[in-house]
């Protein structure tokens, strides 16, 4: 089994700044991929990062103000939103894939946090 807790999500004003951190626990062999979506009401949940050992991707409307970063050593993905603007007013969603073991059994994971509500508003 593998665990996903967010952390971060905040009110904060027009231009202000918050961090997103998930932590991923549990029986990890490895992680391939982590990353951020996020689901504002009525719509449906879009990318807004991803991050693999080499390369990270962004959505065009977050490109410049955010950053994902990864932690390997604590299984943790950050993701650094500056510029904030009310249109970035979602839940956000950490979501790690990797290999989880059980005993002498590997398979695949795909988990996601709990979410994070981000309100950007004055």
């Known amino acids: 089994q593998v665990q996903l807790v967010e952390s971060g999500g905040d009110t904060v004003q027009p231009g202000g700044s918050l961090r997103l951190s998930c932590a991923a626990s549990?029986?990890?062999?490895?992680?391939?991929?982590m990353g951020w979506y996020r689901q504002a009401p009525g719509k449906q949940r879009e990318l807004v990062a991803t991050i693999t050992s080499g390369a990270t991707n962004y959505a065009d409307s977050v490109k410049g103000r955010f950053t994902i970063s990864r932690d390997n050593a604590k299984n943790t993905v950050y993701l650094q939103m500056n510029s904030l603007k009310p249109e970035d007013t979602a839940v956000y969603y950490c979501?790690?894939?990797?290999?989880?073991?059980?005993?002498?059994?590997?398979?695949?994971?795909?988990?996601w946090g709990q979410g994070s509500q981000v309100t950007v508003s004055s």
């Open positions: 549990g029986s990890i062999f490895s992680i391939n991929a």
């Open positions: 979501n790690v894939a990797g290999i989880y073991y059980r005993g002498s059994y590997y398979g695949d994971f795909d988990a």
